[in-house]
């Protein structure tokens, strides 16, 4: 596969991520987080994110966002979420396996949730045949690449907190939000209120694994548990920490991330004079959804790989990596064209 429009999965890793493994690779040290490196990246956390800031590094990110969740929840709740969000439609049901808890999928406008329509399900409250309400978990940016503003953060942490509730976030493309946003990360996430963050790494240039951090002391007391029966802590830890130690010490992860939005941005531009391709959602962070008739899906597919969202309506998402480069991206339009 020369370029993939599919998923910034699809991409590798970034040159010095595999770095920060070689070096962390040359001598002996403690397993399961009791390392340098991870002590190391801890620290690096907290000056990226705030002293409160409580990491933890786990593998994947439907590992990091189950276990945050079940950390923040007892069986008995339920955890609200945008329809469209990834604990809703992609993790196969672990969150509900896991936690116990019910989900409550909520309308979305672009991918996100406004108080109202949170506050229409926080009902039922000591009712004991009610799932009792006590996470929101939405992402940032949404599954539609959209972002929510500093000050909708912090309106809807209030309305949890106000509900003896938290706020998860699920931070898969965290590093293009504030790249996109133009602020530290610190600033819409652990200055709004947010309790618990779940922060990627593997779709910004990372080999493998994401983090888990809690903004509470009392909200991580337990976790290193979870974690363990959850089967997500790492022997080998360091090879996690050194690469988050890597990504975010001299801000690469939002280097990484901006350029994977800019590029998004260049296809845009590029396609916006093409009438038979329609962009459907604001163009924010690192994706392109556009609709596009049944004809051109076909025959673009047989030169590149991406995915259709919506098979009805037509729409399909191109999504740009830190390593999509113009010419990735003119080929792309040309082919188009050349269909056309």
């Not at 991520?17 to 009791?34: K, L, S, T």
């Not at 339920?78 to 409550?104: Q, R, W």
Request: aromatic share 10%; net charge negative.
């Amino acid at each position: 596969m020369k370029h993939s429009f599919g998923s910034d999965n699809h991409s590798g890793a970034a040159p010095e991520i595999m770095q920060a493994i070689i070096d962390a690779n040359r001598e002996f040290q403690v397993a399961y987080g009791e390392d340098e490196y991870t002590t190391a990246a801890i620290k690096t956390f907290k000056k990226v994110m705030g002293e409160e800031a409580i990491p933890f590094f786990v593998f994947n990110g439907t590992g990091a966002n189950i276990l945050a969740l079940k950390a923040l929840t007892k069986s008995y709740n339920s955890i609200l979420c945008p329809e469209n969000a990834h604990i809703n439609v992609d993790e196969c049901g672990a969150p509900e396996n896991i936690t116990g808890a019910k989900l409550i999928p909520l309308p979305a406008n672009n991918g996100k949730v406004s108080p109202a329509q949170v506050k229409r399900e926080l009902k039922g409250f000591g009712f004991q045949h009610h799932s009792q309400p006590k996470v929101l978990s939405i992402s940032q940016p949404t599954e539609l690449g959209t972002l929510y503003t500093p000050g909708e953060i912090k309106e809807l942490a209030d309305l949890m907190h106000a509900h003896n509730g938290y706020l998860h976030v699920d931070g898969s493309r965290i590093s293009n939000a504030a790249a996109s946003l133009g602020l530290p990360i610190k600033k819409f996430i652990t200055d709004q209120g947010v309790d618990a963050l779940s922060f990627g790494g593997t779709k910004n240039g990372l080999l493998i694994g994401e983090a888990v951090i809690f903004f509470r002391e009392e909200l991580a007391e337990n976790f290193q548990y979870i974690r363990k029966q959850g089967a997500q802590l790492f022997s080998k830890n360091r090879f996690i920490a050194a690469q988050f130690d890597a990504f975010l010490k001299d801000g690469l992860n939002i280097r990484l991330a901006s350029h994977s939005n800019a590029m998004a941005k260049y296809l845009q531009s590029e396609l916006k004079d093409i009438k038979d391709v329609i962009i459907t959602r604001p163009v924010e962070t690192n994706v392109v959804f556009a609709r596009i008739s049944n004809e051109l899906c076909e025959k673009l597919m047989k030169k590149h790989y991406f995915y259709v969202w919506d098979e009805e309506s037509g729409e399909v998402r191109w999504m740009c990596s830190f390593n999509t480069t113009k010419e990735d991206i003119d080929n792309f339009v040309q082919d188009i064209k050349s269909i056309l």
